[in-house]
Nanobody, 122 residues
Framework: QVQLVESGGRLVEAGDSLTLSCAASGTLYSIDVMGWYRQVPGKERELVAEMTIDGNTHYGDFVKGRFTVSRENHRYATYLQMNQLKSEDTAVYFC????????????????WGQGTQVTVSS
């Protein structure tokens, strides 16, 4: 059983910076993709940023250079550094792991954390 646990979400003011952390636990051999999504009530979950095991990144269009995703592969962890936060960044941020090898012949896909709330006051 693979679990993802996020931390770091809290109330901040517009213009502040915040770093989210996510750690995977369980029987793990490798995680191909780790990243972050966010969701507000009434809207679909959207990609914030993701990084492959070899360092390739992909960001949502709204990020515009404000956020940086990183990983520590040996710790099965990912981080999201968020700068210049805006009120519209208020959301629940979810960690996601994809193509997770849990045995030599078993891969799990689309594993989600429980989410962490980020609230940006204007």
């Amino acid at each position: 059983q693979v679990q993802l646990v996020e931390s770091g979400g809290r109330l901040v003011e517009a213009g502040d910076s915040l770093t989210l952390s996510c750690a995977a636990s369980g029987t793990l051999y490798s995680i191909d993709v780790m990243g972050w999504y966010r969701q507000v009530p009434g809207k679909e979950r959207e990609l914030v940023a993701e990084m492959t095991i070899d360092g390739n990144t992909h960001y949502g269009d709204f990020v515009k250079g404000r956020f940086t995703v990183s990983r520590e592969n040996h710790r099965y962890a990912t981080y999201l550094q968020m700068n210049q936060l805006k009120s519209e960044d208020t959301a629940v941020y979810f960690c996601k792991a994809d193509r997770v090898r849990v045995a030599w012949d078993q891969i799990r896909s689309n594993i989600w954390g429980q989410g962490t709330q980020v609230t940006v006051s204007s």
